[in-house]
């Protein structure tokens, strides 16, 4: 067994770039983490912070908070902090770029789920969607959610590699290379970081951290701008019975989310006249929106470009 930490522990040194130094006293049992599941009773509070990355410079980042009935998300670009996707869990704003306009979808939600299954091929799925009720209480049954307790349960090569400051560094290594990795402070149970890689990439194709487990959330966590207050030049949009069910089959394929999750992947991604075109109106327009929210408490946090190492060879 210890052989097989220090193998992990050196893949995981060139795979993630930190310093981690062999624990003296590792943990005698596996770490535990609550099932983070907005509208759940245990925990009933916590905030997830993350990003889903495209390639090494592009993606998208996500932020859920919930305490009780109150909850929050937003699947943003993190380069500027436009939200492609903003919902209070009642109703959701849509950054509809191609059309230079913001959408709004009532009795609805959007979400972010992070979830593990062992029985898969590819267990560690990752969704993001906006979901539309006719009948409000039925939007429970889609409630974002992060299931990391279930890598935990199932992951049978996870062992205790190291430390990461104040935390301790758990791995495990699956088919082709890809790794998971756990960090949990034991002084902090309201806290812990989970990331992935694919392979012999050079970066995390997922990381999300949650904090305040169980903790009194600030008020400002659940921002959300009354939208009778937005300005004229965000266009909002307020479907009516015969343009929502087609926005909606938009949202489902992900049509009306396309162009700005184009423009997130980076110009290198995406070359041409009309995505060029589409980043010069994304500048402009998601300016106008961004600055509408600002006045309203509500704003998304930039994140720095990921630095990157060489793939294991």
């Not at 099932?35 to 090494?56: E, K, W």
């Not at 209070?88 to 230079?100: A, F, I, K, P, R």
């Not at 890809?178 to 890689?197: I, M, N, Y």
């Not at 012999?200 to 999300?208: G, T």
Request: with cysteine; net charge neutral.
């Amino acid at each position: 067994m210890r052989r097989r930490n220090l193998a992990v522990l050196a893949l995981l040194i060139t795979l993630n770039a930190v310093a981690v130094a062999e624990a003296a006293d590792p943990p005698a049992t596996r770490p535990a983490v609550p099932a983070l599941i907005v509208g759940q009773a245990s925990p009933r509070s916590f905030i997830v912070d993350g990003r889903l990355r495209f390639s090494a410079n592009g993606g998208l980042a996500f932020r859920v908070a919930a305490e009780g009935e109150r909850q929050f998300c937003a699947v943003y670009d993190p380069a500027d902090g436009t939200p492609l996707i903003l919902s209070d869990g009642q109703q959701t704003l849509v950054y509809d770029l191609e059309n230079s306009r913001v959408v709004r979808v009532p009795n609805s939600r959007g979400t972010v789920r992070v979830d593990w299954d062992a029985q898969k091929e590819k267990p560690l799925s990752f969704d993001i969607g906006v979901y539309h009720k006719s009948k409000r209480e039925k939007l429970n049954d889609e409630n974002a959610g992060f299931r990391i307790d279930r890598f935990v349960e199932a992951a049978a090569t996870l062992a205790h590699v190291g430390r990461r400051g104040n935390a301790d560094l758990f791995a495990a290594e699956r088919g082709g290379g890809s790794v998971e990795s756990l960090a949990v402070d034991p002084a902090k149970a309201d806290t812990f970081r989970f990331t992935s890689r694919k392979g012999r990439e050079s970066f995390d194709w997922l990381e999300l951290e949650a904090t305040m487990i169980d903790q009194p959330l600030p008020q400002n966590a659940f921002a959300f701008p009354d939208t009778a207050r937005l300005p004229k030049g965000i266009h909002l949009v307020e479907l009516d019975e015969q343009a929502l069910p087609l926005f909606l089959g938009l949202l489902q394929n992900g049509t009306a989310l396309t162009a700005k999750m184009g423009v997130a992947a980076g110009p290198a991604a995406l070359p041409g006249a009309e995505w060029d075109a589409l980043r010069k109106r994304d500048a402009t327009f998601g300016a106008i929106y961004r600055k509408a929210l600002a006045e309203q408490g509500v704003e998304l946090r930039t994140l720095p470009q990921p630095t990157t190492t060489q793939p294991a060879r």
